[in-house]
């Protein structure tokens, strides 16, 4: 769990767009959402090597799986058939 620990700034984003679609975010919140460049934070939780995380909500359900690789935070959002890929780096 201790590789998950401190704060993560975002480098890339992959189809984040259509995620935000999919979990139903209108134009102009999609459009302020994609000019963000936010931070993940981790603190000790548990031991375990990936976090998964599912949130439902009127009948809807998406998945955040955050996980560790090559020394980069790897979060992966999936709704329904639609998938976003988000790489963090660890700040300094």
């Not at 963000?36 to 359900?61: D, F, M, R």
């Not at 980069?72 to 976003?84: A, G, Q, W």
């Amino acid at each position: 769990m201790e590789q998950f620990m401190g704060t993560w700034k975002l480098t890339a984003s992959e189809n984040f767009d259509e995620y935000m679609k999919a979990v139903g975010i209108s134009f102009a919140s999609r459009q302020i959402a994609n000019l963000a460049k936010p931070s993940e934070n981790c603190y000790e939780t548990g031991g375990c090597s990936k976090l998964i995380q599912v949130q439902t909500w009127e009948g809807k359900s998406t998945t955040i799986e955050r996980e560790v690789q090559s020394g980069k935070l790897i979060v992966k959002c999936i709704m329904n058939d639609v998938v976003s890929m988000r790489t963090y780096q660890r700040e300094e």
